[in-house]
């Protein structure tokens, strides 16, 4: 035990993707000008449901709420992922790597209630929709969010502390290309089924749940459309659903693969690729998925932009578009 104190590791060297060393400053300028657009995308669609009066209920609300998440989510990796593609030691320190587990792990939960809530949402307003109004007023949206960020940052306090007991006395090297969870595991030096056994119960339990819920959900929902007389209405019902469906099976298919097992890792290059899917990707297209596919924001866009065009009437003062298409 006394040996294993003197070398317990302080910090670690996050690999990333060694066998991409020679093209690394190109994979920076990608990942830069990718989380440009990400941070850009989310910031434009908060910023237009916040903005516009028209867009002034619970399901853009959420979505405003999903878009500031997004932000978020994204600012706990990616940052230190473009670092790690320029500097020579890419270091993180035992009590860095944790917190970014933490926060990494506790907007991903945040994210998948909310996408549920989000699913409660449509059920409402489809299969219920004289009593929508009565039931999803805007103080029970305030709710519903708060106890999904509340939730979210509760609920991996367990594996945190379980995780930060374990001994670490090298290798420091994290096949990964972020702190996680099961990559940091691997290097423990000692057995860790316990922590292995609680990560699976805890993360199958709520990505269960929280499928169950909406395909329950979207069951009722897709009963309720198909008996809509006229195709006109059928198709504006399942447009309303089909971004959040989109955004559900690409961030529950990656997250699912990754943190719903028994095993520390697939594989080195299984693992670090579903982590762009779920850390870079998903982020990515989310704010095209509700932006473009959705009239109301789009309208919304056009409509502030013009709002804001240059004008020379009565002297005006020339302003900078906010939005662009």
């Known amino acids: ?70 932000i978020w989510y994204t600012a706990v990796t990616i940052p230190k992922m473009l670092a790690n593609l320029i500097v020579l030691k890419k270091n993180i320190s035992f009590i860095g790597c944790l917190l970014q587990i933490y926060f990494f792990q506790s907007l991903g939960i945040t994210e998948t209630l909310l996408l549920t809530v989000m699913a409660y949402d449509r059920y409402l307003a489809i299969c219920n929709p004289l009593l929508y109004s009565a039931i999803m007023t805007s103080t029970l949206s305030v709710k519903l969010t708060a106890s999904c960020w509340l939730c979210g940052f509760l609920y991996p306090v367990t594996e945190i502390i379980l995780i930060s007991k374990l001994p670490f006395c090298g290798p420091n090297h994290i096949e990964h290309i972020f702190c996680d969870l099961h990559p940091l595991m691997s290097l423990a030096c000692t057995e860790t089924s316990l922590s292995i056994s609680v990560g699976f119960a805890l993360n199958s339990s709520m990505v269960m749940a929280t499928i169950i819920f909406i395909l329950f959900s979207y069951i009722k929902i897709i009963r309720v459309i198909l008996q ?39 594989g080195v290059h299984y693992d670090k690729s579903l982590a762009v899917v779920y850390s870079v ?24 932009r013009h709002q804001n065009l240059p004008s020379t009437q009565h002297g005006a003062v020339l302003q900078i578009p906010l939005f662009v298409d």
Do not use: W
């Open 1 to 70: 035990m006394e040996s294993r104190n003197k070398t317990r590791v302080t910090e670690f060297i996050i690999v990333g993707f060694p066998d991409l060393e020679n093209i690394e400053h190109l994979l920076f300028i990608l990942l830069l000008l990718t989380y440009l657009l990400i941070i850009t995308g989310n910031i434009v669609v908060f910023s237009v449901i916040r903005l516009s009066p028209a867009l002034h209920s619970p399901m853009y609300f959420f979505i405003s709420v999903l878009s500031f998440l997004e």
């Open 228 to 266: 809509i007389q006229s195709s006109e209405g059928r198709q504006k019902a399942f447009s309303t659903c089909a971004a959040h469906l989109i955004v559900v099976f690409l961030f529950f298919g990656s997250v699912s693969f990754m943190y719903v097992r028994l095993t520390k890792s697939y």
């Open 281 to 304: 990707l998903t982020p990515l297209v989310n704010p095209i998925i509700y932006s473009l596919r959705n009239k109301e924001i789009r309208q919304a866009i056009q409509k502030i």
